[in-house]
């Protein structure tokens, strides 16, 4: 594995070793020792996995008494995934990065605590896998508006995205519960 950094520190995405012939591929999807070369010891204690259709945008979530470090990846189709500091005392604070993930590049994101994470579905469809550093909190999920002005994402979009009731409600960056 290796650790391609992005212009927020702390996030990175992870290129995995793949070994592959005619008979398929072989890859580790997730090394603890890996992580912990990386400067992250972790232990996840859930695995989440959702099927997206073409255009569906979910996002920007997070948790905020409860925040989860999360490793993304794509098992099938691809995706534009983001994420955005919401940590006010960052140099980056309210800065995103983004990078595709897809079945076929096998790339994985490390969004550490303290940001909001959300993605785009490129392909005709998307399973999407993330392990998580704490458990789900529903009390505790905020989201941040997927099109806020100050934080400016440019969302690979062809018009407008199919969205969840609670993602259209999200809160611009001037009114969400932000971190330390």
């Known amino acids: 594995m290796q650790a391609i950094p992005t212009a ?6 992870i290129e995995p070793k793949v070994f592959g012939d005619d008979r398929g591929f072989f ?6 020792r890996a992580m912990a070369h ?20 979910r996002g920007m979530h997070y948790q905020h008494r ?3 470090g999360k490793l993304v990846r794509v098992i099938s189709g691809e ?10 005392s960052s140099n980056t604070f309210g ?17 550490p605590p303290g940001f ?20 789900w909190h529903p009390e505790d999920e905020r989201c941040l508006i997927w099109n806020d002005a100050q934080v400016a994402i440019a969302w690979p979009l062809t018009g407008r995205p199919q969205l969840a009731a609670k993602d259209s409600a999200g809160l ?7 971190f330390p």
């Open 116 to 135: 909001a994470h959300g993605f785009l579905t490129l392909s005709e469809s998307a399973d999407f896998l993330y392990k998580t550093t704490d458990y």
């Open 27 to 32: 890859f580790e999807s997730y090394n603890r």
């Open 38 to 57: 990386f400067g992250l010891d972790l232990e996840f204690v859930q695995d989440n996995h959702s099927r997206s259709a073409r255009n569906v945008l």
């Open 172 to 178: 611009p960056l001037d009114q969400a519960e932000v």
């Open 95 to 111: 800065h995103w990065v983004a990078t595709t993930l897809s079945a076929e590049n096998k790339r994985m994101m490390w969004i």
């Open 79 to 88: 995706v534009f995934d983001v994420a955005v500091d919401l940590r006010r």
């Open 66 to 68: 409860h925040p989860q």
């Open 8 to 13: 927020i520190p702390e996030v990175f995405v």
